[in-house]
């Protein structure tokens, strides 16, 4: 699972993360950026504990970081996103991939969604799925009718791994807000309802599927 910042692995497919442990599967989280001199180093630091703190929460068998310059990866050149990310791939060797939406407001997401696309080639990684994440505050917030938005094909049933995936939301607490912000405890799990409404489930995470290889 790659993640812009810390949060949008939990925000974007906790409950997956957590279903997907329970079943036996190894889970990886890599955490593309951190924040540089332009952010509050104290805020920074309790944002990695958090992070490790939900995704051990969630099942995660190890957590990464590639501390890139938080909204900054427009300044470095894609080549090197693009090798960085790669060296993970190939190391972590996954077979499945959940990625931020490119269509996402935050120009982070684009261009870590770009790069991974590029990383995780069918010739480079033996990946045999790609899914695209919704991240709550910018899926949803960027132009309308401008931009292609998000329509999920896949979901996935998380009425067994909800809860977890709210006590993960909320070991964030440098980072959740208050209802009826998207990035509420609140809001989360109505977006959940909502979206197991889609498919006649209790709750759900959607995803777009980007490729499956079926051998």
Request: a negative charge; proline letters at 7%.
């Amino acid at each position: 699972m790659v993640a812009p910042h810390p949060d949008d692995e939990v925000f974007g497919c906790g409950g997956t993360l957590a279903k997907f442990s329970r079943s036996g599967n190894e889970v990886y989280v890599l955490i593309v950026t951190k924040g540089d001199e332009l952010f509050d180093q104290k805020l920074i630091e309790q944002g990695r504990q958090e992070a490790l703190q939900a995704d051990r929460l969630l099942g995660v068998r190890e957590t990464h970081f590639a501390d890139l310059p938080a909204i900054k990866l427009d300044t470095l050149p894609q080549y090197q996103i693009n090798e960085i990310l790669s060296s993970y791939f190939k190391k972590l060797k996954p077979e499945l991939l959940f990625l931020p939406f490119p269509g996402d407001i935050n120009r982070d997401h684009q261009i870590v969604h770009a790069c991974s696309m590029v990383a995780a080639r069918p010739i480079s990684v033996p990946v045999r799925e790609i899914y695209c994440y919704e991240a709550p505050s910018s899926t949803n917030w960027n132009s309308p009718g401008l931009v292609s938005p998000f329509l999920p094909n896949c979901f996935v049933d998380i009425s067994d791994t909800i809860e977890l995936k709210i006590q993960a939301v909320k070991t964030y607490a440098s980072q959740i807000k208050q209802h009826p912000h998207e990035r509420s405890p609140e809001s989360v799990l109505t977006l959940s309802q909502y979206r197991g409404g889609f498919v006649n489930l209790t709750h759900a995470e959607a995803f777009m599927c980007l490729r499956r290889i079926i051998k």
